[in-house]
């Protein structure tokens, strides 16, 4: 997948940025709060329809504006696609997406049609923030490659919601609580399921990678611990739990307590790890979610690197290097250029870089 140019209009603080691609590494510097990630960020709205950021999507439209537009020009499997994201706030809110001019109508199925991979500092809460960070990064990564999975999940939550709000309605009848469990067996299962071979399929990888950042130091592993196993016992849990709901008032069983460890056996890296580890550790995964996304694909994502650089020693830079090799086009943000070429390893990537400054964005010639 490579970005062959993007259009830009009142997104943050962008009024008006095009940019032209030729090379496969893409620089964005410039000082704190210039508007380097709001370019990777309209990047992330073309591929996940919503930002990498957690964020209002009332704060994407640049203030004083009423919508915005990003449009991306990409080569696929050497075909040409556009891909357009519209915001509109007044008098309400209304996305629009048309991709290769023709307006979508169910935007879901146009969930990462783009495959990017994002690397950015908040990642570390994959790590310092447990299963719940863990599951979201594993459900963001396997519903950006299986729209069956990417279906499931919503209809997961949903059911969930709902047989929630039953356990909430005081005097609620048994029955009318119960009435939801096969739903969320049959939905539970398939999550378990493809949760279980992604996760299989990781595990090795997710050792070696580790591994090699650290010399071998390091034997980290990343487990899966589902909540439910088959459909029998989650029926049976959801039935021995009843009176243990009604008093919490959700749903105590079921998939959306999976737990998934990183470490040692029994010794978790929220706890033990040390700062660098944890980097290592997210890193890794994140070579896990391309390795993969690109086996599914057959198609390497576009690699997107937020402020990451600088915080990586030497040993961590390499092994990104060698990531950076296998990606079709990598876009980064950084604060100046310095140690680029170190970090690039002496390599000879073609490479463009622009300078941020208030939301212009200026090609550098001599980088
Ligand atoms: N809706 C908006 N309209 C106008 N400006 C906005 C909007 N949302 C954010 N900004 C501005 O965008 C700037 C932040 O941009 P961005 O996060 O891309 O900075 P950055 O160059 O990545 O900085 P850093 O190096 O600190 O990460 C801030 O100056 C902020 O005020
Ligand atoms: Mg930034």
Partial sequence: MFLKSIEIRNFRNHSFTDLVFNSRLIFFIGDNGEGKTNILEAVSLLSMLKSFRESDEHQFVKWNEKNLYVKGKFLSNNENHTIEFGLELNPIKRKKVKWNGELIKRQRDFYGIIPIVILSPPDLRIIDEGNEARRLFLDTLISSFSMEYAEVLIDYQRILKQRNASLKILNGTRESIELWNPQLVSKG?????????????????????????????????????????????FHKKLQNSFQKDCALGYTSVGPHRDKIPIGLEGKDLQQIGSQGQKRSAVISLKACAFHIIENRLGEKPILIVDDVIRELDVKRREFFVEILKRSGQALFTTTDLEGIQNYLGGSTFDKEVFKVSSGQVTRVESA
């Fill in 189 to 233: 299962i398939k999550l378990f399921e493809l949760r279980g071979a992604i996760l299989t399929e990781m595990n090795s990888l997710f050792h070696n990678n580790v591994q090699m950042i650290s010399e071998g130091k390091d034997k980290f592993f990343i487990f899966y611990e589902p909540n439910i196993n088959d459909p029998n016992e």
